[in-house]
């Protein structure tokens, strides 16, 4: 019952264990429509959500999921008729304040010998 006119019954596994879905998605659905799936129905009461599809990275069997790929990519054999879970991990984006250069830094100590 999960598949139906080429549908994927598919629920999102936050990192505390939590859920969202399961929902069925078609088979023509991008892992970007996906991801902006979880944007929009992550929990309000969870700290740190995603703002942006660039913050989410969605995991089936083992796999990062690629965002241009369809649900019909990732589709196993096994998940006809069942609910897929694919986990979600978030991963904010990285601001250039927030980088800092390499070797550049000024508490590195820097050793000299000198042999007499």
């Known amino acids: 019952m999960?598949?139906?006119d080429n549908q994927l019954e598919i629920k999102f596994r936050l990192t505390d264990g939590s859920?969202?879905?399961p929902k069925a998605f078609p088979d023509a659905t991008t892992v970007a429509a996906l991801k902006e799936t979880?944007?929009?129905q992550w929990p309000r009461e969870k700290e740190n959500g995603p703002k942006?599809?660039?913050?989410v990275k969605?995991?089936?069997a083992g796999k990062v999921l690629d965002n241009n790929k369809t649900v019909k990519d990732y589709r196993s054999p096994v998940s006809i008729g069942a609910v897929t879970?694919?986990?979600v991990i978030i991963q904010?984006?990285?601001t250039e304040k927030e980088k800092k250069p390499k070797g550049d830094d000024p508490k590195m100590n820097k050793c000299v010998?000198?042999?007499m």
Not at 52 to 55: M, P
């Open 85 to 87: 879970t694919m986990h």
């Open 92 to 94: 904010p984006l990285i």
């Open 19 to 21: 859920d969202i879905g």
């Open 2 to 4: 999960a598949e139906v």
């Open 52 to 55: 942006t599809v660039k913050e």
């Open 38 to 40: 979880v944007i929009s």
């Open 58 to 60: 969605l995991i089936s």
């Open 113 to 115: 010998c000198s042999v």
